[in-house]
């Protein structure tokens, strides 16, 4: 095998960084764990936007949001931006990403076509005769699905096809199924565990894996894990893996949104009214009356959650293995993370929404290098996930195209200390004008600026780790709050790459 690195990025989706067994005792990740031990925990990992396409495509362009275009749910990653994936192949790299992409929305129209759309899903003629790359991977086999939802497909409906499970219309829902939701009980999916997306995954990339050995090709690979995002609901035995009293419940404090944005007290309101911010007509995460969050029955769902991680740390386990066994790991640089948060009842919020706490925001994060120095340390360095596309070309020797936003983390995926960053953005704009909102987190604090709006949030997170106490309209943090908004200034300033030198003097 030749000596030079290969990238295996892993990921999971909507993954609380406490349900790490790490972190939490009562939630067992015994292969990511491990993972750990070998290499680096970064406590204060962020993503750029806390939905799925915006920080997806942010993973594969080193851009942000307002940078890549794709700057929420339902809009696209335009094809005519730079990938990851083109920089690797250009460096004689094969790439490939197995699981969920959501690049694209689920419906597309003339303008911007999407392929990841329903009548995509079943469609094997399309896919068989698909020519070229997917956004700069060569190999691209993909699955839209949450658990139990309609988005079955394409690649992993074939599988199913071809690996001869007939019923499987059995285990989702309508249109793509018959299985009736209401039937479930306690987050139990019957489906079987080898018919899972997870067994999927797992075997196809751990053939990828031996392929790539046997060709002795370089490879930068994603294995994209669609868990624990919503649906909750996991085959047996990982939906009666844990009790209740395994579970850490989180509960709203009274009077903890006195001093938020009028949004987080709506959510607390059965009869909470979010019309005005609904321009598009489209759905809005979060946006809506989360009393939900505080019911016993939210209890049962988080049992399922941490079951769905803990089925996917097996998974995850699985394809470290035939790293390890085919003699791969000794070059190849393991990364994990998710690509946002998740709400388990605290702040009185379940799921996901545009309400940027440590919970939503912060994702766990390991990197494991080839003989890196300070193995199972941790990292309380700030760090972004947009940070990742440059960080792997360079970690790998290949050039960094200029245009990339990040910052390179070579050194201290390596085991170096040295600080790197002295803050992460965060961007969400979820509706044009009416959800639209920066943070900016440094070592302390963390700023929340509502586009056109006079309120906002100021977190004091030493003092208020919890983030009970909004600091915006605080005479006490008023000095704080302006330095923080002109850094916010600041960070929206330095984060533009710069294309060119200045060849000349005019
Ligand atoms: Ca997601």
């Given at each position: 095998?030749?000596?030079?690195?290969?990238?295996?990025?892993?990921?999971?989706?909507?993954?609380?960084?406490?349900?790490?067994?790490?972190?939490?005792?009562?939630?067992?990740?015994?292969?990511?764990?491990?993972?750990?031990?070998?290499?680096?925990?970064?406590?204060?990992?962020?993503?750029?936007?806390?939905?799925?396409?915006?920080?997806?495509?942010?993973?594969?362009?080193?851009?942000?949001p307002s940078?890549?275009?794709?700057y929420t749910?339902g809009t696209?990653?335009?094809?005519?931006?730079?990938?990851?994936?083109?920089?690797?192949?250009?460096?004689?790299?094969?790439?490939?990403?197995?699981?969920?992409?959501?690049?694209?929305?689920?419906?597309?129209?003339?303008?911007?076509?999407?392929?990841?759309?329903?009548?995509?899903?079943?469609?094997?003629?399309?896919?068989?005769?698909?020519?070229?790359?997917?956004?700069?991977?060569?190999?691209?086999?993909?699955?839209?699905?949450?658990?139990?939802?309609?988005?079955?497909?394409?690649?992993?409906?074939?599988?199913?096809?071809?690996?001869?499970?007939?019923?499987?219309?059995?285990?989702?829902?309508?249109?793509?199924?018959?299985?009736?939701?209401?039937?479930?009980?306690?987050?139990?999916?019957?489906?079987?565990?080898?018919?899972?997306?997870?067994?999927?995954?797992?075997?196809?990339?751990?053939?990828?894996?031996?392929?790539?050995?046997?060709?002795?090709?370089?490879?930068?690979?994603?294995?994209?894990?669609?868990?624990?995002?919503?649906?909750?609901?996991?085959?047996?035995?990982?939906?009666?893996?844990?009790?209740?009293?395994?579970?850490?419940?989180?509960?709203?404090?009274?009077?903890?949104?006195?001093?938020?944005?009028?949004?987080?007290?709506?959510?607390?309101?059965?009869?909470?009214?979010?019309?005005?911010y609904k321009t598009s007509g489209m759905?809005n995460?979060?946006?809506?009356?989360?009393?939900?969050?505080?019911?016993?029955?939210?209890?049962?769902?988080?049992?399922?959650?941490?079951?769905?991680?803990?089925?996917?740390?097996?998974?995850?386990?699985?394809?470290?293995?035939?790293?390890?066994?085919?003699?791969?790991?000794?070059?190849?640089?393991?990364?994990?993370?998710?690509?946002?948060?998740?709400?388990?009842?605290?702040?009185?919020?379940?799921?996901?929404?545009a309400?940027?706490?440590?919970?939503?925001?912060?994702?766990?994060?390991?990197?494991?290098?080839?003989?890196?120095?300070?193995?199972?340390?941790?990292?309380?360095?700030?760090?972004?996930?947009?940070?990742?596309?440059?960080?792997?070309?360079?970690?790998?020797?290949?050039?960094?195209?200029?245009?990339?936003?990040?910052?390179?983390?070579?050194?201290?995926?390596?085991?170096?200390?040295?600080?790197?960053?002295?803050?992460?953005?965060?961007q969400n704009r979820h509706e044009v004008d009416t959800i639209f909102l920066?943070?900016?987190?440094?070592?302390?604090?963390?700023?929340?600026?509502?586009f056109n709006?006079?309120?906002?949030?100021?977190?004091?997170?030493?003092?208020?780790?919890?983030?009970?106490?909004?600091?915006?309209?605080?005479?006490?943090?008023?000095?704080?709050?302006?330095?923080?908004?002109?850094?916010?200034?600041?960070?929206?300033?330095?984060?533009?790459?710069?294309?060119?030198?200045?060849?000349?003097?005019?």
């Open positions: 095998m030749n000596d030079k690195p290969n990238v295996l990025f892993i990921t999971t989706d909507e993954h609380h960084w406490k349900c790490m067994g790490y972190n939490h005792p009562g939630i067992k990740t015994p292969n990511l764990d491990k993972l750990a031990a070998q290499g680096t925990i970064f406590d204060r990992a962020y993503c750029p936007n806390p939905t799925c396409s915006p920080t997806r495509s942010s993973l594969i362009t080193g851009l942000y940078q890549h275009g794709c749910l696209k990653l335009p094809e005519d931006v730079p990938t990851l994936g083109e920089y690797f192949q250009k460096g004689g790299y094969r790439t490939s990403l197995y699981g969920k992409a959501h690049f694209m929305p689920l419906r597309g129209n003339e303008e911007f076509p999407s392929y990841e759309t329903p009548d995509h899903f079943g469609d094997r003629e399309f896919w068989d005769n698909w020519e070229g790359d997917f956004y700069g991977f060569d190999t691209f086999e993909t699955t839209r699905n949450h658990t139990t939802e309609a988005w079955v497909g394409p690649h992993y409906r074939f599988w199913l096809e071809d690996k001869g499970f007939e019923n499987w219309k059995d285990w989702y829902i309508p249109t793509a199924g018959t299985y009736d939701q209401k039937t479930q009980v306690d987050g139990i999916w019957p489906i079987p565990e080898e018919a899972h997306y997870n067994t999927w995954l797992s075997e196809r990339v751990r053939n990828k894996l031996q392929e790539h050995k046997d060709a002795d090709e370089n490879f930068f690979l994603w294995a994209s894990f669609p868990d624990p995002h919503t649906p909750y609901a996991v085959p047996e035995p990982w939906a009666s893996m844990y009790s209740e009293e395994d579970i850490v419940r989180e509960y709203v404090v009274p009077g903890e949104h006195d001093a938020n944005p009028l949004p987080h007290q709506l959510t607390q309101d059965p009869n909470g009214n979010f019309d005005a759905g995460h979060g946006y809506r009356p989360q009393t939900f969050s505080q019911n016993d029955d939210f209890t049962k769902k988080i049992q399922a959650y941490y079951g769905m991680v803990s089925f996917t740390d097996h998974a995850i386990g699985e394809i470290l293995d035939q790293l390890e066994d085919l003699g791969l790991a000794d070059n190849t640089l393991v990364v994990f993370t998710t690509d946002h948060g998740h709400f388990l009842g605290k702040h009185g919020l379940g799921a996901k929404g309400f940027h706490y440590e919970d939503l925001l912060k994702v766990p994060f390991i990197s494991r290098a080839p003989q890196q120095k300070n193995a199972g340390g941790r990292s309380d360095n700030l760090i972004s996930l947009v940070d990742l596309p440059q960080t792997f070309l360079s970690y790998c020797n290949l050039p960094v195209p200029r245009t990339m936003s990040g910052v390179d983390f070579t050194e201290m995926f390596k085991g170096d200390q040295t600080p790197l960053r002295d803050h992460v953005l965060v920066n943070t900016y987190v440094n070592e302390r604090y963390k700023l929340t600026v509502y709006q006079p309120h906002g949030e100021l977190w004091d997170l030493q003092e208020d780790p919890d983030e009970l106490h909004n600091r915006w309209a605080d005479p006490a943090y008023a000095e704080i709050k302006a330095e923080l908004m002109l850094k916010l200034n600041f960070a929206q300033m330095g984060k533009d790459p710069v294309p060119m030198p200045r060849l000349f003097g005019a």
